[in-house]
């Protein structure tokens, strides 16, 4: 399966934006994915995973503000973030695995290019 994430762009402190992630070549049916988060010279962290079921689990980066959900029928997922503020300010990734347990730990097979979210103060 093939991962496509959209929606980033530029935003003011305090707004919002709603990403996407679609899956090509593949139902998303039975994956969990996870949204991660790269800023400019950090590393890579998670937001957060939602399982084949619907079920959420938020890291510190988005808790409180995160809502993460899913469309099957659109084969997507989707990355609502609230209230942004300038050290949000990253590129998004979304990732795909058949295993809950490694989208829990970031180990996922399938990995989309990202898309820049940067948020203005």
């Known amino acids: 399966v093939q991962l496509q994430a959209s929606g980033g762009g530029l935003v003011q402190s305090g707004g919002s934006l709603r990403l996407s992630c679609r899956a090509f070549g593949g139902s998303l049916d039975y994956y969990s994915i996870g949204w991660f988060r790269q800023a400019p010279g950090k590393e890579r962290e998670q937001v957060g995973c939602?399982?084949?079921?619907?079920?959420?689990v938020y890291r510190d980066s988005g808790s409180g503000r995160v809502t993460i959900s899913r469309d099957n029928a659109k084969n997507t997922v989707y990355l609502q973030k609230n209230n942004l503020k300038p050290e949000d300010t990253a590129v998004y990734y979304c990732?795909?695995?058949?295993?809950?347990?490694?989208?829990?730990?970031?180990?996922?097979?399938?990995w989309g290019e990202g898309t820049q979210v940067t948020v203005s103060s």
């Open positions: 990732a795909a695995d058949t295993s809950y347990s490694g989208c829990l730990n970031g180990y996922l097979k399938h």
């Open positions: 939602i399982r084949s079921d619907d079920g959420t």
